[in-house]
């Protein structure tokens, strides 16, 4: 069943006196326990494609369903902090916090049901992606870059959501990392059974994905 | 990671904005608060003054009008008259408490023995004279004002008051002086006297007064003044010659002054020879009326009220509070100043402050973006800044209390001469029941210290102000959006 049903969306930047429509009526659904990768060249509308999806813009033509309800029904903020969790390719920890403070303001943010023990939970999380107590008490400064991408993940994945959207996860981490962390995706995906979308333009990421979707001249089509 | 341990780990671990926003509050911190306790202190100060002087209200004639009157040739002057003073007591006597006026005549006479001048002054006709101080009811102005202090004996009745009986009441210096003591009665042979045409005295009268002595006073002595001690006023001691004061009921005094008026009057040729009537008006030799009210709040009530009856622009209502405030001018001026640097500093506080929390806005434009883009509400966003701005505000504030004292006393010491721009002069300090304020006893009395209404009321005010200037600041992230740290 699609948690995510993206019907009609369409969506335009203003260029002077111009509308430019970056995307143009896009029908597309996203099923849990699935890695969807959204390939596309720079400029093909992406971020804004994932920044719609992530409830961080707003909807100007058609709609966006999550399990049903359309996200005009909710009020934004509150998609962000109870339905969604993001991960983006500047990582966008605070840099004064530790790994797991970071994890634990989004746990604070969220109104969903979590675990009384939440540092434990946080830690433990951290450690699953590989992050150890050491690491996870650190300035998030100190860590690698690889290293903070899995503490944006920990934190994405800390509020317990059914979707994880990446922008470009892996676009500052070298090749090694990468892997690991498309590995980590696809767990989530078929493991713990989340709707994961990346969004890339590695051919490397998408070929690891479940559904490789494609994004040009503002249509989405979907490679067979 | 909630909004205060948010708002804690930004100040514990962002160190430099901390200090920057610390120094700041603590700068303006000290220029408000010692601003504040200076003004509050100098009001202290004339309240804790004024309380312990009786609340009394003078009328006197204002003399440079009575100047302008006579070179003007105006030839019937408005004196004060009986009828005033009733009048003013009818309508304004529930804020009286007792008056009182005091007539004045001076006594020629060899039968005592003045103490005199150390310069030798003499007066009158190689004869001397005595001063004498006349008194409407028993508890006349110097003692209520504590100018005065019965130590021996008594004070008038009120029916030697209304006779006119020839009690008197002296210094103790001068009682010693004459070997009299409480009870003795004296007589003395006063003279009557005038000059005829080769400036050769010619002796009118000579009149007989068995005077008994009641009372025995002691004077305070004058603030002590610049250089010498208070009296010395060209070389006279009017401290000193106060001593020789016979202190009478005015009803003696007028009649005296009425037999005086009247044998010179009859040796002109009768009446009307170079007087007029005015000088029959006892009134005329009194140098204030003297009103002690119930309470000192209700000076302006009482004065609006008496001046209206009054009526009169020859004479004047100078109160203690007036008397205060001449004397204390370099005081008060430095409060008038301190108060705008308050407000002006408050104003401006809310200024800087914004424009120093808005850079810091801007400077964590990612991390407002996170929390947005993790959902916070904005208004939470705004929240977890006032509380971090409030945090470090208060304590700059604690810190500026602590060094404000210092820093009120160095502005004072700065501002403030350690002499009066001008100096009462001992007589008028002596003549004058209200002049008994001299700014060395202000100065004394002046204290920088702080009260905890005035830190509650500091402290309100700088929380204010950066709650304020945090909002103005915070209106930035109003139209910002989550979408601005994807890229
Ligand atoms: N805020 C914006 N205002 C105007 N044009 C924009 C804005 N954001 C993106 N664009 C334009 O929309 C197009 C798609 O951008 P984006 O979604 O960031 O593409 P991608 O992530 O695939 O590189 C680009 O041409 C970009 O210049
Ligand atoms: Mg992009």
């Known amino acids: 069943m699609a948690i995510l049903t993206v019907k009609n969306l369409s969506h335009h930047y203003q260029d002077g006196d111009m509308r430019r429509y970056v995307l143009k009526d896009i029908n597309v659904s996203f099923d849990l326990g699935k890695f969807y990768a959204i390939l596309g060249q720079s400029g093909s509308g992406k971020t804004t494609f994932l920044s719609l999806l992530g409830a961080m813009d707003t909807i100007q033509e058609g709609s966006i369903e999550i399990a049903g309800t359309s996200y005009a029904e909710y009020d934004a903020n509150a998609i962000r902090r109870n339905l969604i969790g993001m991960v983006f390719q500047s990582y966008n920890l605070i840099d004064y916090m530790t790994a797991v403070e970071n994890v634990l303001v989004a746990m604070s943010i969220t109104e969903r049901e979590l675990p009384q023990d939440r540092k434990t939970v946080a830690y433990n999380l951290l450690d699953y992606l590989g992050i150890t107590r050491t690491k996870a008490d650190r300035l998030v400064t100190r860590l690698s870059g690889g290293e903070q991408q899995r503490v944006a993940i920990a934190r994405a994945l800390a509020t317990n959501v059914d979707i994880i959207l990446a922008d470009e996860p892996t676009g500052n981490v070298d090749e090694s990392t990468e892997t690991e962390i498309i590995e980590i995706f696809k767990m989530l995906a078929h493991k713990h059974n989340k709707c994961v979308v990346v969004v890339t333009h590695s051919q490397v990421v998408a070929n690891e994905a479940d559904v490789i979707l494609t994004l040009r001249k503002g249509g989405l089509t979907q490679n067979e | ?487």
Not at chain 2, 15 to 34: D, E, R, Y
Not at chain 2, 82 to 110: H, V, W
Not at chain 2, 392 to 408: E, H, K, N, Q
Not at chain 2, 411 to 420: S, W
């Open chain 2, 1 to 487: 990671m909630n909004l205060y341990q948010r708002a804690l780990a930004s100040i514990v671990r962002r160190i430099p904005k901390t200090l920057i926003l610390l120094i700041i509050v603590l700068i303006l911190g000290n220029i408000m608060l010692s601003s504040l306790l200076i003004v509050q202190s100098v009001d202290e100060t004339k309240e804790a003054m004024l309380r312990e002087l009786p609340p009394i209200v003078s009328l006197s004639m204002d003399f440079e009008k009575y100047q302008e009157l006579l070179e003007d040739g105006v030839m019937d002057i408005p004196w004060i008259t009986f009828d005033d003073l009733e009048n003013i007591e009818r309508a304004a006597g529930k804020y009286i408490k007792s008056y009182d006026y005091s007539m004045r005549t001076g006594l020629q006479t060899d039968s005592l023995k003045r103490i005199e001048q150390e310069g030798g002054f003499s007066f009158g006709f190689g004869r001397q004279t005595f001063n004498c101080v006349g008194t409407q009811i028993p508890l006349f102005t110097a003692l209520e004002t504590g100018d005065a202090e019965i130590i021996e004996g008594r004070t008038f009745t009120q029916q030697e008051l209304e006779q006119g009986s020839p009690v008197v009441i002296m210094s103790k210096e001068l009682a010693a002086e004459n070997d009299l003591v409480v009870g003795d009665t004296f007589t003395l042979e006063c003279v009557i006297s005038t000059f005829d045409a080769n400036f050769q005295e010619v002796v009118l009268d000579t009149l007989h007064y068995d005077f008994q002595l009641i009372g025995i006073v002691q004077y305070k002595s004058m603030p002590a003044q610049e250089e010498s001690r208070g009296g010395m006023f060209g070389g006279f001691d009017f401290e000193r010659e106060r001593l020789n004061n016979l202190l009478l009921p005015n009803r003696f005094i007028r009649d005296y002054n009425t037999k005086w008026m009247e044998t010179i009057s009859n040796y002109y040729g009768g009446a009307g020879g170079g007087f007029q009537e005015a000088d029959f008006n006892p009134l005329t030799t009194v140098p204030s009326i003297n009103y002690v009210l119930n309470s000192s709040e209700e000076f302006d009530q009482f004065v609006r009220l008496a001046a209206t009856v009054l009526n009169n622009d020859l004479y004047v209502f100078t109160s203690q509070e007036d008397n205060f405030k001449n004397v204390a001018q370099p005081l008060e001026s430095m409060r008038g100043i301190l108060n705008y640097v308050f407000y002006i500093t408050l104003g401006s506080s809310v200024v800087v402050l914004a424009l120093v929390l808005f850079a810091f806005v801007r400077d964590r434009k990612k991390e407002i973006g996170i929390y947005l883009a993790l959902g916070e509400r904005k208004g939470r966003i705004i929240l977890q800044l006032i509380i971090e701005t409030v945090a470090v505000g208060v304590i700059g504030a604690a810190l500026a209390v602590t060094s404000s004292t210092y820093l009120a006393s160095v502005i004072t010491n700065f501002m403030l001469p350690t002499q009066p721009v001008e100096e009462t002069p001992a007589f008028m300090m002596m003549e004058s029941v209200l002049a008994k304020i001299d700014y060395a006893s202000i100065l004394q009395s002046f204290n920088i210290g702080l009260d905890v209404i005035t830190i509650v009321f500091f402290f309100i005010a700088i929380i204010l102000t950066i709650i304020i200037a945090q909002l103005i600041a915070s209106v930035y992230i109003l139209r910002y959006d989550p979408k601005q740290i994807m890229v």
